[in-house]
């Protein structure tokens, strides 16, 4: 029992690393399901994702780790002792095979045989017990057999839902450090499908640090005085007091061309994670700014703005200080994604200064390769002294790098 008790922390340990939230309660109410459910192995997984998964986009990853931890393969049926199945599950109930096992032989048995042995012309008795021996032995390879090929059936079952699972986990995988500049719609749309993992991340860090925020932090002064008075033990947490600060997000997306499928995905994460914020507006770009949503997994946004048009940015910084100044305040958080290229018009720059002196912060994210950053057209040179930070965001993952440093 200590052996499937460490078997099952393990599981749980290779859950958590996966960025499956389990809580030490929810792994002792898993250990009990287990007792409770018994070794069986379909019973054994559901009770383990009912006392252990909360969130249904988890499934995928427990079920991955389940077959790693418990997997069984159907070889090991055949190897099964013969005392799990016995004469009596091998013979089905079939007199003639519990006949032929001389523990279980009745007087009556023993009476038949002899008057075979009596007969003229009868078989010898070392045939008879070598038939004897040869059907019974057919019979548990028959039991075998079928316990087998149901065992069988289950796994293929289970493994047909497996195989799809891990195709698409690979699928996933093999996007994640893909350039947004290499994509095609296909790699687009599984893409879509990873930054589902990757808003659920987000999320659970920004609630991690609410909460933090909600609470304050440990006054150690006043901690330490409150001990003395209890004899040097730390019963009573002092916190310093701290009203949570309130985050407003301005999300400003260049969607032109050559970087339309970055902008589109950065939208979709912050539709994703915008409860997690006061407030959040969003905005896209190519020579003009028009206010966007995320509607059903489709980008609106209003006034319509001319695919062919080519970026302006100086323009478009000149109308969110003008159009939209009452949305730039001291608890504003903006964030610019673009790859700053400019066709050489007027970058004005100015304007990200005065922003930035107004704004809590700003950080630009730029979806372009940093070896082509202040080549040819591009004004990133221009804007980067005037924001927080430049950051990267040229994949899934230096995106989610990006994200991880602005809040």
Same mark, same amino acid.
């Given at each position: 029992?200590?052996?499937?008790?460490?078997?099952?922390?393990?599981?749980?340990?290779?859950?958590?690393?996966?960025?499956?939230?389990?809580?030490?309660?929810?792994?002792?109410?898993?250990?009990?399901?287990?007792?409770?459910?018994?070794?069986?192995?379909?019973?054994?997984?559901?009770?383990?994702?009912?006392?252990?998964?909360?969130?249904?986009?988890?499934?995928?990853?427990?079920?991955?780790?389940?077959?790693?931890?418990?997997?069984?393969?159907?070889?090991?049926?055949?190897?099964?002792?013969?005392?799990?199945?016995?004469?009596?599950?091998?013979?089905?109930?079939?007199?003639?095979?519990?006949?032929?096992?001389?523990?279980?032989?009745?007087?009556?048995?023993?009476?038949?045989?002899?008057?075979?042995?009596?007969?003229?012309?009868?078989?010898?008795?070392?045939?008879?017990?070598?038939?004897?021996?040869?059907?019974?032995?057919?019979?548990?390879?028959?039991?075998?057999?079928?316990?087998?090929?149901?065992?069988?059936?289950?796994?293929?079952?289970?493994?047909?839902?497996?195989?799809?699972?891990?195709?698409?986990?690979?699928?996933?995988?093999?996007?994640?450090?893909?350039?947004?500049?290499?994509?095609?719609?296909?790699?687009?749309?599984?893409?879509?499908?990873?930054?589902?993992?990757?808003?659920?991340?987000?999320? #659970?860090? &920004?609630?991690?640090?609410?909460?933090? =925020? *909600?609470?304050? +932090?440990?006054?150690? $002064?006043?901690?330490?005085? !409150? @001990?003395?008075?209890?004899?040097?033990?730390?019963?009573?947490?002092?916190?310093?007091?701290?009203?949570?600060?309130?985050?407003?997000?301005?999300?400003?997306?260049?969607?032109?061309?050559?970087?339309?499928?970055?902008?589109?995905?950065?939208?979709?994460?912050?539709?994703?994670?915008?409860?997690?914020?006061?407030?959040?507006?969003?905005?896209?770009?190519?020579?003009?700014?028009?206010?966007?949503?995320?509607?059903?997994?489709?980008?609106?946004?209003?006034?319509?703005?001319?695919?062919?048009?080519?970026?302006?940015?100086?323009?478009?910084?000149?109308?969110?200080?003008?159009?939209?100044?009452?949305?730039?305040?001291? #608890?504003? &958080?903006?964030?610019?994604?673009?790859? =700053? *290229?400019?066709? +050489?018009?007027?970058? $004005?720059?100015?304007?990200? !200064? @005065?922003?930035?002196?107004?704004?809590?912060?700003?950080?630009?994210?730029?979806?372009?390769?940093?070896?082509?950053?202040?080549?040819?057209?591009?004004?990133?040179?221009?804007?980067?002294?005037?924001?927080?930070?430049?950051?990267?965001?040229?994949?899934?993952?230096?995106?989610?790098?990006?994200?991880?440093?602005?809040?």
């Amino acid at each position: 029992m200590t052996a499937l008790r460490d078997r099952l922390l393990e599981f749980v340990d290779q859950l958590r690393r996966a960025e499956v939230r389990i809580s030490v309660a929810e792994t002792l109410d898993a250990m009990q399901a287990v007792a409770a459910a018994g070794f069986e192995r379909t019973r054994m997984r559901e009770a383990l994702a009912a006392a252990l998964i909360k969130d249904e986009a988890d499934r995928p990853v427990f079920d991955r780790t389940f077959v790693k931890f418990f997997g069984r393969s159907r070889s090991s049926v055949a190897r099964e002792p013969q005392s799990r199945s016995g004469a009596r599950a091998a013979s089905g109930g079939d007199p003639q095979s519990a006949a032929g096992d001389p523990a279980r032989q009745t007087p009556d048995h023993d009476s038949e045989s002899s008057k075979l042995i009596l007969r003229p012309n009868s078989p010898k008795p070392e045939k008879i017990e070598s038939s004897r021996a040869g059907e019974r032995e057919s019979a548990q390879r028959r039991a075998q057999s079928s316990s087998a090929e149901r065992e069988g059936e289950g796994e293929k079952q289970f493994a047909a839902g497996e195989g799809s699972e891990a195709m698409r986990h690979a699928r996933l995988a093999s996007v994640d450090r893909v350039p947004f500049e290499r994509y095609s719609q296909l790699e687009y749309e599984i893409a879509r499908d990873a930054l589902a993992i990757v808003i659920r991340r987000f999320r #659970a860090r &920004l609630g991690r640090r609410l909460r933090i =925020a *909600r609470r304050g +932090r440990i006054d150690f $002064r006043r901690t330490i005085r !409150a @001990a003395i008075q209890r004899g040097g033990s730390f019963i009573d947490l002092r916190m310093r007091a701290r009203r949570p600060r309130h985050i407003d997000i301005v999300l400003v997306a260049d969607i032109s061309g050559s970087v339309r499928y970055a902008a589109t995905l950065m939208l979709e994460l912050m539709a994703g994670v915008r409860e997690c914020f006061h407030r959040v507006r969003s905005f896209v770009f190519i020579d003009h700014l028009a206010e966007a949503g995320f509607e059903e997994g489709h980008l609106t946004m209003t006034p319509a703005l001319d695919p062919y048009a080519r970026s302006d940015f100086g323009r478009v910084l000149g109308e969110l200080w003008d159009q939209r100044g009452e949305l730039l305040g001291p #608890a504003t &958080l903006l964030i610019i994604m673009g790859d =700053a *290229r400019n066709n +050489r018009r007027t970058a $004005r720059a100015d304007l990200i !200064a @005065a922003i930035a002196h107004q704004c809590r912060a700003v950080y630009w994210l730029n979806p372009e390769s940093g070896a082509r950053w202040n080549t040819g057209d591009s004004a990133i040179k221009q804007y980067a002294p005037h924001v927080r930070a430049v950051l990267p965001a040229q994949t899934l993952v230096t995106l989610e790098r990006a994200l991880a440093e602005l809040v």
